[in-house]
């Protein structure tokens, strides 16, 4: 044999050898400690992993309920504006009225309108709201004389509108709050 072929077969031998001494490893204890440590890791990382999920579904949780009980404080402030109007109402006075309105109901709804529960009371606030535009658009005076001639024609004009949208944010204040309270209850247990 060759000098190269027989160091070939030496290095060979010994790399044999040596997988040989590796695979009786598991006889030591190193190995088991070593076994137990990464057995012991995985079992933590699953543990942790677990409870991030939790925690994240949990803080979904509570932002869904403090986006709802901000909503409620909204509509509640809304339902207060609406119980406001009084007889002597001047044209510009509501418009901006229920351009503030307006602007507060479809920002605070909007995320919301996609959800069963509410989707029916939404699009009769949104309705009641174009209503409400359309009733007040009829009586727009063109000028300052033409508001004074007929008193309280502004008010006659939306006050039926006006009721409407106060019912109709009642009633979607209602179904927040129970969305609210049925939240609290179904996770309660947890």
Request: proline share 3%.
């Amino acid at each position: 044999m060759d000098p190269q072929t027989e160091e070939a077969f030496k290095r060979l031998d010994a790399v044999l050898q040596r997988v040989l001494q590796d695979a009786h490893a598991w006889n030591t204890w190193e190995y088991w400690l070593a076994l137990l440590i990464g057995v012991a890791g995985l079992y933590f990382a699953w543990k942790a992993s677990r409870e991030a999920h939790e925690a994240k579904q949990a803080a979904t949780e509570a932002g869904r309920t403090v986006k709802i009980q901000t909503v409620t404080i909204e509509l509640t402030e809304v339902a207060q504006k609406l119980e406001r109007i009084h007889p002597d109402i001047k044209f510009s006075e509501a418009r901006d009225l229920l351009s503030e309105i307006s602007r507060r109901v479809r920002r605070v709804i909007s995320p919301f309108e996609k959800d069963p529960d509410l989707e029916g009371k939404i699009k009769s606030l949104r309705e009641a709201l174009d209503a409400t535009h359309s009733s007040l658009s009829k009586v727009r005076p063109s000028g300052q004389a033409k508001e004074t001639e007929v008193p309280q024609a502004v008010y006659y004009a939306i006050e039926s509108d006006f009721a409407t949208l106060t019912n109709v944010v009642a009633e979607l204040l209602g179904l927040f709050e129970k969305k609210g309270i049925d939240f609290g209850d179904a996770h309660a247990g947890r």
